[in-house]
């Protein structure tokens, strides 16, 4: 057996497991301060119990490069291919999503012991990885990435649901804040090239790189504040139908939508669930967890609008716009679909982005919970436009004045 092992020392591992490893280990610092019944909480359909974030990943390593690229390698217990599929229709069938807190077995520590056995396989194969392997490893650690993320999300709305209002991550505080509302920076517009570009690591979705025409505009160097959210609330936002799309205007009848997710009105004023737990809302701090309706109505309220992505790509290099990332996924214009000349990969990893465009729009930037170093100015993030479970936020744009 080889000496590379998940317990081993990182400096006597190859780089490519270090990485490996290192990603790995964080999935599981989000998950220690969980107890076993935490992590088998699905609040809604929409979210994923810890274990299954957990397991599914580990899944996607055993199913896409160690079942391919070593032979005879023991798959830990056939039945979570079942389990543990998320939407990969090529792969076989699936325990429906809605049901995923159902699966009370097996239990975290089980789900521990496969993510031990598949990390040992792992740091074999990665001692000497398969030139085509390493691809794909990689789309699986930038998978796993965009894991962690939801696992805090997901967390964060189960602990929000609890009249404890647990905190996910004890000690928390709002890493943006800022005094002042934001001002409006001129963007010269013109022929633009967006996309990924370089030899990093892109999805499929970030590409091919290509122009886009842009007219003249001005994008606003800070993100929406809870403070200016109070006055759209205060100003009767939620109550006025000219400021909603129609189908926004019927999910707020429906769902009863009155301030952002995760606020509460108590008599000593408002709060904010955080990863932090129930603490006062901060007014400095960015607004966060509202849906592309929310964020569409209140740029309509301001006499502004969302930027597009080409809008929002383009402008991610001046300096004079701040918490580009690191805060708040920001909500644009752009209906999430394929750019000019995209093909989507083939086989079950073609799966991954290309048929989620549809009925979908784009958010830029990165939040609190994006892990370090996973986002990049073309990225290309996106969810149903009722959707506010994310750390999701706003930056406003503006067409240019005429004559500018």
Not at 35 to 56: F, G, L, N, Y
Not at 210 to 224: C, K
Not at 269 to 293: C, N, T
Request: charged share 20%; hydrophobic share 40%; proline share 9%.
């Amino acid at each position: 057996m080889n000496d590379i092992s998940p317990m081993a020392d990182r400096a006597a591992a190859p780089a490519s497991y270090r990485r490996y490893a290192d990603i790995r280990r964080h999935t599981e610092r989000l998950a220690a301060e969980l107890t076993p019944e935490d992590q088998c909480v699905q609040s809604m359909p929409d979210a994923s119990p810890a274990k299954w974030h957990r397991a599914h990943t580990t899944w996607f390593f055993e199913q896409f490069v160690l079942g391919r690229f070593v032979p005879g390698y023991p798959v830990f217990d056939p039945v979570f291919a079942y389990l543990f599929n998320s939407y990969y229709e090529e792969v076989g069938p699936r325990h429906p999503r809605p049901a995923r807190g159902l699966l009370t077995r097996p239990d975290a520590a089980q789900i521990g012991a496969y993510r031990a056995h598949v990390d040992d396989w792992m740091a074999r194969l990665l001692a000497d990885p398969p030139r085509d392997a390493i691809a794909i490893v990689e789309i699986g650690l930038q998978h796993e990435q965009q894991h962690q993320e939801l696992l805090v999300t997901d967390m964060l709305h189960a602990f929000a649901q609890n009249p404890l209002a647990p905190a996910l991550a004890p000690g928390w505080t709002e890493a943006v804040r800022s005094a002042a509302p934001a001002k409006f920076v001129s963007l010269p517009g013109g022929l633009v090239t967006v996309g990924h570009a370089g030899s990093g690591f892109c999805f499929d979705n970030e590409q091919p790189r290509h122009q886009v025409f842009l007219l003249p505009y001005q994008l606003a160097d800070g993100l929406v504040r809870n403070a200016e959210w109070l006055q759209v609330i205060a100003d009767g936002g939620y109550r006025t139908p000219t400021l909603w799309m129609s189908d926004a205007w019927a999910r707020l009848q429906a769902d009863g939508w009155h301030t952002p997710l995760h606020w509460r009105e108590s008599g000593e004023g408002w709060l904010q669930m955080g990863p932090g737990g129930l603490r006062p809302l901060d007014p400095a701090a960015p607004v966060r967890h509202i849906s592309w309706y929310e964020a569409d109505a209140f740029a309509r309220w301001a006499g502004a609008r969302l930027p597009t992505e080409a809008e929002w790509e383009a402008a991610s290099g001046n300096d004079a716009l701040h918490d580009r990332t690191g805060a708040v996924w920001q909500w644009t214009s752009s209906a999430y679909g394929p750019y000019p000349c995209y093909v989507p990969p083939p086989g079950a990893i073609g799966e991954y982005n290309g048929k989620f465009m549809i009925n979908q729009m784009v958010l830029r930037g990165g939040s609190v919970a994006t892990p370090p170093g996973h986002a990049r100015p073309s990225y290309r993030n996106f969810f149903h436009p009722d959707r506010r479970w994310q750390f999701s936020g706003v930056r406003l744009a503006r067409d240019a004045p005429s004559g500018t």
